[in-house]
């Protein structure tokens, strides 16, 4: 069985999306390819080999020779005789998804970094990149319920793109940014407005549980290309809020990955929530704004990195 499509080939690539799935409680590393989601960690167990990454984050840490080998392991398995190699196949239809990025070592998100959006909210163009954080607690999985908190009535979406960190990173010129991107993936950063605004700092409203969802997969940034040149939108039960494309960034992901790692040092596994465009529930008129509730389903989809579907749920 081949598992490669014909760009890929010719590329010198094999599997380009990473997936952290659960199974039988175990969380597993996952690739996707032509016939379904190669279970990596079953195929280790029953076929070891040295070298091959058992995690999303030794895949991340190890760059781009960790790639290639687990590339080439997943290709030995798939071709193997009499189509035993099937046998780690799993439907994605059938997986309960982990977050993409299981063990971030930071969470590091960008305030009003698309024009139009930070017009639509009345705020100034900012001069440097608005810097905020998540925790690990704000975690969520593709096809997660999130719950909504107990402690807010006003509930927002915010469709992102998720910068990935494949080398450690310090003082980092903007010309060579890009190299220290291991890949790339979908975000919501979900936003409970009035904790946000309560005070100065965002925080508060910014780190509920469940409130930055990552999926469905990881891409890797060859297969990604120009991350300032990407198609994303939100929809709320089907209804499309927000459409825009990356190419609106203030500060684009170059640039945000250079100024950060002048004021801290990034690690294999750190993610970047590089803002939201235009769209979001705040900004609309007051009288118009319905906040999300119970029930209702958000996808935020991203050019080439998939789509990433939460239900919220009633406050636990």
Same mark, same amino acid.
Request: net charge negative; proline share 6%.
């Given at each position: 069985?081949?598992? *490669?499509?014909?760009?890929?080939?010719?590329?010198?690539?094999?599997?380009?999306?990473?997936?952290? =799935?659960?199974?039988?409680?175990?969380?597993?590393?996952?690739?996707?390819?032509?016939?379904?989601?190669?279970?990596?960690?079953?195929?280790?167990?029953?076929?070891?080999?040295?070298?091959?990454?058992?995690?999303?984050?030794?895949?991340?840490?190890?760059?781009?020779?960790?790639?290639?080998?687990?590339?080439?392991?997943?290709?030995?398995?798939? @071709?193997?005789?009499?189509?035993?190699?099937?046998?780690?196949?799993?439907?994605?239809?059938?997986?309960?998804?982990?977050?993409?990025?299981?063990?971030?070592?930071?969470?590091?998100?960008?305030?009003?970094?698309?024009?139009?959006?930070?017009?639509?909210?009345?705020?100034?163009?900012?001069?440097?990149?608005? $810097?905020? @954080?998540? =925790? @690990?607690?704000?975690?969520?999985?593709?096809?997660?319920?999130?719950?909504?908190?107990?402690?807010?009535?006003?509930?927002?979406?915010?469709?992102? *793109?998720?910068?990935?960190?494949?080398?450690?990173?310090?003082?980092?010129?903007?010309?060579?940014?890009?190299?220290?991107?291991?890949?790339?993936?979908?975000?919501?950063?979900?936003?409970?407005?009035?904790?946000?605004?309560?005070?100065?700092?965002?925080?508060?409203?910014?780190?509920?549980?469940?409130?930055?969802?990552?999926?469905?997969?990881?891409?890797?940034?060859?297969?990604?290309?120009?991350?300032?040149?990407?198609?994303?939108?939100?929809?709320?039960?089907?209804?499309?809020?927000?459409?825009?494309?990356? @190419?609106?960034?203030?500060?684009?992901?170059?640039?945000?990955?250079?100024?950060?790692?002048?004021?801290?040092? $990034?690690?294999?596994?750190?993610?970047?929530?590089?803002?939201?465009?235009?769209?979001?529930?705040?900004?609309?008129?007051?009288?118009?704004?319905?906040? *999300?509730?119970?029930?209702?389903?958000?996808?935020?989809?991203?050019?080439?990195?998939?789509? *990433?579907?939460?239900?919220?749920?009633?406050?636990?």
């Amino acid at each position: 069985m081949n598992a *490669l499509n014909d760009e890929q080939q010719e590329r010198g690539y094999f599997f380009m999306k990473l997936i952290a =799935f659960f199974e039988e409680g175990q969380e597993k590393l996952g690739v996707k390819t032509n016939g379904g989601v190669f279970d990596v960690t079953g195929a280790l167990a029953a076929q070891p080999a040295d070298g091959v990454p058992k995690t999303v984050h030794e895949a991340i840490a190890g760059g781009g020779e960790a790639v290639r080998t687990l590339a080439a392991y997943a290709e030995r398995v798939l @071709s193997g005789t009499g189509g035993t190699g099937t046998a780690f196949l799993r439907n994605e239809d059938s997986l309960v998804f982990a977050p993409c990025v299981p063990n971030p070592g930071k969470i590091i998100c960008v305030g009003l970094n698309y024009r139009k959006h930070a017009e639509e909210t009345g705020a100034p163009i900012p001069a440097y990149p608005v $810097l905020f @954080s998540k =925790f @690990s607690n704000a975690l969520a999985a593709h096809r997660q319920d999130v719950p909504l908190p107990k402690a807010s009535s006003m509930v927002d979406y915010e469709v992102e *793109l998720a910068v990935v960190i494949g080398r450690k990173a310090k003082d980092v010129p903007k010309e060579k940014a890009l190299e220290y991107v291991f890949g790339y993936c979908a975000a919501n950063d979900l936003s409970a407005r009035d904790l946000q605004t309560r005070t100065s700092q965002w925080l508060l409203g910014k780190t509920c549980d469940g409130f930055c969802p990552l999926g469905p997969y990881l891409v890797t940034a060859d297969e990604a290309g120009d991350p300032n040149r990407l198609e994303l939108k939100c929809s709320v039960n089907g209804e499309v809020r927000q459409h825009s494309n990356t @190419s609106d960034m203030i500060f684009p992901c170059d640039e945000l990955v250079s100024y950060i790692s002048r004021h801290m040092t $990034l690690m294999p596994g750190d993610v970047i929530l590089t803002g939201t465009p235009e769209g979001v529930i705040l900004g609309y008129p007051e009288e118009k704004r319905v906040w *999300l509730k119970p029930g209702d389903v958000v996808t935020v989809e991203i050019e080439k990195l998939g789509a *990433l579907t939460n239900r919220l749920a009633a406050p636990e």
